[in-house]
């Protein structure tokens, strides 16, 4: 048996990984092409068809946490257990990416950046943390670390997911129902829900305008949660004050992007939380070691929810 390494990545990070692994996995062959005895596939952002033919296969690991490239490739094998990395070194990452946005949110540094751009002394009103809503969409992995970070910050905290995930200090929010109010209390709003069915362009018109008047939306999840020109319309209409983005519908986003150049936008390059190879290939190389010993891989994605 064999493992296929499907890693999109430049050679020397691709080097990386496989001196990563194979020092984890000692005893494993790690291949770079497919072949008949390939039975477990670790994955990062595999081009399409990367894991059709492959007979044997009874694991796909993505490196990555969000599954959404990998479900919406129909020639991934659907009857295959497909486990998303799970690591608290990302979940930190995500924390202190939202920490940064929501503290220059709140404090007004991007404006304060954008004036000294343009030689402008000016001094904005100073509000306290606890003055400052903030709702985290999806209370996963990566919500619930932002939640507990910013409510340590004294931010107040409103947390929306499909059940109640009592998180300490975080008032939980559940359902589609609860979303209009959820979005309508919040001076910021963090976007950290899976991209499904349910998601897909959830920040769309309707409710882009069910946000509170002068809100920020923070979006750290994917790029297709957004309807592109309907947040340009609220942040040039000003019923929103800036938005903080960091993942796109097509990565690299395109020069000619209106993005690139919005005055409310802050861009990020898809880095808010990246896969640490250090901490991630000894999640990976545990759930190889679970397959062979015949138990069950950890963190095994419900393709009927989607995540
Ligand atoms: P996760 O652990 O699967 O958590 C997903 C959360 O979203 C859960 O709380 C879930 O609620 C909630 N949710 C899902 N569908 C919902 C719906 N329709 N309505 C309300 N709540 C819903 O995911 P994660 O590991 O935190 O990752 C979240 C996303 O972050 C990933 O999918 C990926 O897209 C993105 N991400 C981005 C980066 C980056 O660098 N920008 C890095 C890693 C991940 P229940 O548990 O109640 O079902
Ligand atoms: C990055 O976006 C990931 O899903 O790991």
Redesign the pocket.
Known sequence: MALLLAIDADPDERASWRALLQAELPDERLLDAPTEDVDIAIVANPPAGALAGLPRLRLIQSLW??V?RLLADPTVPVDVPLARM?DPA?NEA?AETALWAVLALHRGFFDYAAQQRAGEWRVHAQRRADEVLIAV???????RTVALRLAANRYPVWG????D?AVAGVRSTVGEAALPATLAAADIVVN?????R??NGLFGARRLAQMKPGAALVN???GAHVVDADLVDALDSGWLRHAVL??FHTEPLPPEHPFWRHPRITLLP?????TDPRSAARVAADNVRAVRAGRAALHLVNRARG?
Not at 137 to 143: F, S, V
Not at 270 to 274: D, I, Y
């Open positions: 946490a969000g959404d799970v990302m995500m969409l999806g209370l996963g992995q990566m919500g929306w997911s499909t059940h995930a950290l829900l899976p991209l499904t349910a998601t750290l999840a994917r960091d993942v898809h880095v808010a939380a990246q995540y």
